[in-house]
């Protein structure tokens, strides 16, 4: 800590962000404030008051006051952009949080504006083969999936799957990866399933035999990548259980083979 107020400032944020994962979020949102106070002693639109706004309208969100969440998002956003060029990493954390902010009142076209702003500053400073870039593929991805607009949701679940497997084929959105506990990350679950979701709603809306073919391949890396995970936290002895690959996954993958071969 440089001045008696900044090391003030870091304790209120470290005492809030404590309370925010314990999801005492009437605490966190306290401190939030008392942090953010000090600071503002220091100079309204100091760039560190950005991430203590994003914390603050975050922790509202979760806490339902939609009102107080807006206000000081875009309040992290307006010092973002003061303080850093519009296509920094700062501004893009605030267009982030902006598209998780509309999500929750389901204005997925206002989300996906943001998201697409966050998505072309993490591709510039990150490059396509990033997993901060293939979060953002999967939430656009499930933008247009809420609109019905299921190859342009396809295209943003394969591309986050080439994020994090670079091996894969960006044009060819059939072409399955060839997955080792070399490239295996822990995210690639949940994007696997994705797509496999997503063969099968395109199947299901007129489509052709090929998605379905491409939504069982999908199903099955899906249980391939399931039982890896189990194997990898067995050999570490872990207690933790494994997240994000549910029976209702397994059950769909079934019915989807008895499409295929019946």
Request: aromatic residues 16%; hydrophobic residues 35%.
């Amino acid at each position: 800590c440089f001045t008696f107020t900044s090391c003030f400032d870091l304790r209120f944020n470290l005492l809030a962000n404590a309370h925010h994962e314990l999801k005492e979020y009437d605490k966190a949102i306290k401190y939030y404030h008392q942090a953010i106070d000090v600071l503002k002693r220091n100079g309204e639109d100091l760039p560190v008051l950005a991430d203590y706004f994003n914390n603050l309208g975050t922790t509202y969100l979760l806490d339902k006051d939609y009102e107080k969440a807006q206000l000081y998002l875009k309040a992290g956003l307006r010092i973002n952009l003061m303080n850093n060029p519009p296509d920094s990493y700062e501004a893009s954390k605030s267009y982030h949080n902006l598209g998780s902010f509309y999500t929750e009142f389901n204005k997925y076209d206002s989300a996906i504006y943001y998201y697409q702003k966050c998505l072309k500053n993490r591709v510039k400073i990150f490059g396509t083969n990033s997993v901060t870039v293939a979060y953002t593929h999967s939430y656009l991805g499930r933008m247009y999936e809420h609109f019905d607009s299921l190859h342009l949701a396809l295209k943003h679940y394969h591309m986050a799957l080439h994020s994090l497997v670079k091996e894969v084929d960006e044009d060819d959105v059939y072409a399955a990866p060839i997955i080792t506990q070399k490239n295996y990350k822990s995210y690639l679950l949940d994007i696997v399933i994705q797509k496999a979701h997503i063969f099968r709603k395109i199947y299901m809306s007129k489509g052709t035999l090929s998605d379905l073919e491409a939504a069982l391949t999908y199903y099955n890396l899906g249980d391939f990548l399931n039982d890896l995970s189990r194997r990898s936290l067995n050999q570490e002895d872990s207690k933790l259980f494994l997240e994000g690959y549910h029976e209702a996954d397994f059950a769909q993958g079934i019915k989807v083979a008895y499409l295929v071969y019946n």
